[in-house]
Nanobody, 115 residues
Framework: QVQLVESGGGLVQAGGSLRLSCAAS????????MAWYRQAPGRLRELVAA???????NYADSVKGRFTISSPNAKDTVYLQMNSLKPEDTAVYYC?????????WGQGTQVTVSS
């Protein structure tokens, strides 16, 4: 089992920045990808950014150039640096850890961007 705890959400004005953190514990050796997803009210959960243990990253088109995902090893800690935030970035952000046979989720952290 893997447990994920997110932190760093909050309220920020448009154009501002926030940094989200996610700490994994438990059987982290099984993790091969860590990612951030978000879900806005009335919308489906969507991938924001992901990073593999080899350091490969991918981003949603809507956040490219503004958000950066980073991790020492994509197994126990992952960060999401969010710059130039827009009101449409408002959502609950979830940390995700992917393993061969399972996916794990954090409890989510609210990010609210005011215009």
């Amino acid at each position: 089992q893997v447990q994920l705890v997110e932190s760093g959400g909050g309220l920020v004005q448009a154009g501002g920045s926030l940094r989200l953190s996610c700490a994994a514990s438990g059987s982290t050796f099984i993790i091969n990808t860590m990612a951030w997803y978000r879900q806005a009210p009335g919308r489906l959960r969507e991938l924001v950014a992901a990073i593999t243990t080899s350091g490969r990253t991918n981003y949603a088109d809507s956040v490219k150039g503004r958000f950066t995902i980073s991790s020492p090893n994509a197994k126990d800690t992952v960060y999401l640096q969010m710059n130039s935030l827009k009101p449409e970035d408002t959502a609950v952000y979830y940390c995700n850890a992917g393993a061969t046979w399972n996916n794990y989720w954090g409890q989510g952290t609210q990010v609210t961007v005011s215009s």
